[in-house]
């Protein structure tokens, strides 16, 4: 994937349409797991093609 786009607005999941800054809010506030943020927001409940990189965004974050 590509790490350099940062664009907060780019959206991560289609089927649900969460951006990239909706999805990094929720994990600076601590929901730490894809199952609670799928929970949430509704991400990676339907087709699962968003899975990697949402993944990706959590990893980020608990490595910083
Ligand atoms: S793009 Fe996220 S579930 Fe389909």
Do not use: F, H
Not at 15 to 42: A, F
């Amino acid at each position: 994937m590509d790490s350099a786009n940062n664009d907060p607005e780019q959206v991560i999941c289609y089927c649900s349409g969460s951006t990239r800054q909706q999805l990094q809010e929720l994990i600076n506030q601590g929901v730490d797991n894809l199952d609670r943020l799928s929970r949430i927001t509704g991400a990676c409940s339907g087709c699962g093609g968003c899975e990697y990189e949402i993944t990706q965004l959590l990893a980020e974050k608990i490595q910083s």
